[in-house]
Protein backbone atom coordinates (compact mmCIF):
# COMPACT_ATOMS: atom_id res chain seq x y z
CA UNK A 1 0.00 0.00 0.00
CA UNK A 2 1.51 3.19 -1.02
CA UNK A 3 0.73 6.84 -0.09
CA UNK A 4 -0.09 8.07 -3.83
CA UNK A 5 -2.83 10.33 -4.31
CA UNK A 6 -6.13 9.40 -5.90
CA UNK A 7 -6.28 10.04 -9.36
CA UNK A 8 -8.38 13.03 -9.92
CA UNK A 9 -10.88 12.83 -12.82
CA UNK A 10 -9.79 14.09 -16.37
CA UNK A 11 -12.93 14.55 -18.02
CA UNK A 12 -13.46 17.46 -20.46
CA UNK A 13 -14.08 20.89 -18.32
CA UNK A 14 -17.17 22.72 -18.70
CA UNK A 15 -17.04 25.70 -20.29
CA UNK A 16 -18.48 27.96 -18.05
CA UNK A 17 -15.34 27.25 -15.46
CA UNK A 18 -13.28 29.77 -18.11
CA UNK A 19 -15.86 32.70 -17.08
CA UNK A 20 -14.98 31.97 -13.81
CA UNK A 21 -11.65 31.88 -13.87
CA UNK A 22 -11.59 35.10 -16.39
CA UNK A 23 -14.18 36.77 -13.70
CA UNK A 24 -11.96 36.06 -10.91
CA UNK A 25 -8.68 37.33 -13.01
CA UNK A 26 -10.14 40.63 -13.46
CA UNK A 27 -11.39 40.83 -10.23
CA UNK A 28 -7.55 40.46 -8.57
CA UNK A 29 -6.36 42.95 -11.15
CA UNK A 30 -8.64 45.46 -10.19
CA UNK A 31 -8.20 45.21 -6.83
CA UNK A 32 -4.63 45.73 -7.41
CA UNK A 33 -5.52 48.71 -9.60
CA UNK A 34 -7.85 50.47 -6.26
CA UNK A 35 -4.39 49.35 -3.95
CA UNK A 36 -1.90 50.97 -6.77
CA UNK A 37 -4.28 54.11 -6.74
CA UNK A 38 -4.23 54.75 -2.73
CA UNK A 39 -0.29 54.01 -2.70
CA UNK A 40 0.40 56.25 -5.15
CA UNK A 41 -1.70 59.11 -3.21
CA UNK A 42 0.50 57.87 -0.07
CA UNK A 43 4.11 58.00 -1.90
CA UNK A 44 3.70 61.04 -3.87
CA UNK A 45 2.61 64.28 -4.03
CA UNK A 46 0.74 63.04 -7.82
CA UNK A 47 -2.54 62.44 -8.85
CA UNK A 48 -2.43 58.77 -9.57
CA UNK A 49 -2.37 58.43 -13.63
CA UNK A 50 -5.96 57.54 -15.59
CA UNK A 51 -4.84 53.89 -16.19
CA UNK A 52 -4.88 52.91 -12.73
CA UNK A 53 -8.44 54.14 -12.81
CA UNK A 54 -9.03 52.00 -16.00
CA UNK A 55 -7.55 48.73 -14.27
CA UNK A 56 -9.39 49.97 -10.95
CA UNK A 57 -12.86 49.31 -12.81
CA UNK A 58 -11.86 45.87 -13.60
CA UNK A 59 -13.22 45.06 -10.29
CA UNK A 60 -16.39 45.66 -10.98
CA UNK A 61 -16.44 44.20 -14.43
CA UNK A 62 -15.16 40.80 -13.17
CA UNK A 63 -18.00 40.78 -10.32
CA UNK A 64 -20.36 41.10 -12.80
CA UNK A 65 -18.78 38.28 -15.03
CA UNK A 66 -18.72 35.84 -11.36
CA UNK A 67 -22.23 36.91 -11.17
CA UNK A 68 -23.53 35.90 -14.61
CA UNK A 69 -21.41 32.80 -14.05
CA UNK A 70 -23.09 32.09 -10.75
CA UNK A 71 -26.32 32.78 -12.30
CA UNK A 72 -25.79 30.79 -15.55
CA UNK A 73 -24.62 27.68 -13.40
CA UNK A 74 -27.42 27.58 -10.55
CA UNK A 75 -29.77 24.90 -11.06
CA UNK A 76 -33.21 25.54 -11.95
CA UNK A 77 -36.02 24.93 -8.73
CA UNK A 78 -38.97 23.18 -10.68
Known amino acids: MT ?5 TPTGPR ?8 V ?4 FGIGIL ?9 IVSDSEPGLVLY ?3 MLA ?5 LALIF ?7 AR
Do not use: K, Y
Request: charged share 15%.
Open 3 to 7: NSPEP
Open 60 to 64: PVGFL
Open 33 to 41: GVVAIFVTS
Open 54 to 56: GVA
Open 70 to 76: ALRSGRR
Open 14 to 21: RSGDRLLH
Open 23 to 26: ALAL
